[in-house]
Structure formats: C-alpha cells, structure tokens
C-alpha cells in the first residue's frame, strides 16, 4: 500500500469533510423550520462521527492531516455562498436546491470513502477496529433521505407559485 497516495487520499476527504459540516450547519441554519432542516440537525452529529472516525483511521496510519487542505476547503465552502441565486438579500429556493445537490455528492464521496477503507482493512490490520460496514449503511441512508429532500427542493424552487418548503407535507425527511 503506498502510504504517501493514501494520505493524500484521507487528507483530501478530510478537508472535504470540513466544507461539507459547514455547508451542512449553513443549510440547516436557513431551513430551521422545514424538513430539510430538521434532517440536517440529525445529520451534522453523525457528519461529525465520521469525521472523528476519519481523524481515527489517520492517526492509527500515521497519517497526517493537511491543515491547509482544510481550512482552504472551509474558505471555499464560505465563497461558495456568494454564488447568484436569484434572490440578492434573502435565501433562495434554488439556494437550498444546490445545496442539498452538494450534500449529496458528498454523502456519495463519503461512501466511496468507507468502501475503499473496507477494501483497505484487509491488506492493513490497523484498520481492524474500524466497521466499515456499518457506516457505508448509515451513509446509504443518509443519502436516500438527502435525495428525497432535493427532490421535493427542485420541486418548490421550479414553482410557478412561490411554495414554502415543507408546507402540508409529513415528515419527508426522517430516516
């Protein structure tokens, strides 16, 4: 196994981690009182579990963590919010749309993560401790709760009538 690739590799996750609690923690800050924000407030501990699970697996590589890496990622998350999205002084609809469309790339990097970690614990014994597995499942659901909740996104944000999210609905965004 080349150590230098795979700590490139987990570095990398680790800083996309970074941008995608923030993105998550904004998210849910402007959705408070919808569905989306109601799944987000579970989901940030559990984004934050496999963050320290992913700090776990480098220290137990002796892999070190790019600090630049993550604080140019939780820069770019902050840019990223400037993007135009119709509305110059208030939260769009479109703005939750992208969003969850991000929180959803990542929730697929973060599977992808674990399954190579699984492919990887049987050629290292120091990941022995880790269950892959398990969070592979959890991130699976995640996803299909987070696909759910964009699809209702790009259901309100392409509206002809203006439509609060969430409104009427049951609680789409349990999982």
Not at 14 to 35: M, W, Y
Not at 50 to 70: C, F, I, N, P, Y
Not at 80 to 94: E, M
Request: overall charge neutral.
């Amino acid at each position: 196994m080349d150590a230098k690739r795979l700590g490139i590799y987990l570095s990398d996750h680790h800083a996309a981690s970074v941008a995608g609690i923030e993105l998550a923690r904004r998210t849910e800050v402007e959705n408070h009182s919808n569905p989306v924000g109601h799944f987000l407030a579970g989901l940030i501990p559990e984004l934050r579990e496999d963050q320290h699970t992913l700090e776990a697996v480098m220290r137990v590589l002796v892999v070190r963590g790019d600090v630049l890496k993550s604080r140019v990622a939780w820069a770019l998350e902050k840019v990223g919010r400037l993007k135009l999205n119709g509305s110059w002084v208030r939260y769009s609809p479109l703005s939750r749309l992208v969003e969850l469309e991000a929180l959803c790339s990542a929730t697929e990097g973060r599977i992808s993560l674990w399954s190579t970690l699984a492919r990887l614990q049987l050629q290292d014994l120091r990941l022995s401790a880790f269950d892959f597995e398990i969070l592979i499942a959890r991130a699976e659901v995640q996803k299909s709760a987070l696909h759910r909740l964009r699809a209702r996104a790009a259901d309100v944000a392409f509206a002809d009538a203006a439509t609060p999210f969430g409104a009427g609905e049951t609680a789409i965004a349990s999982y």
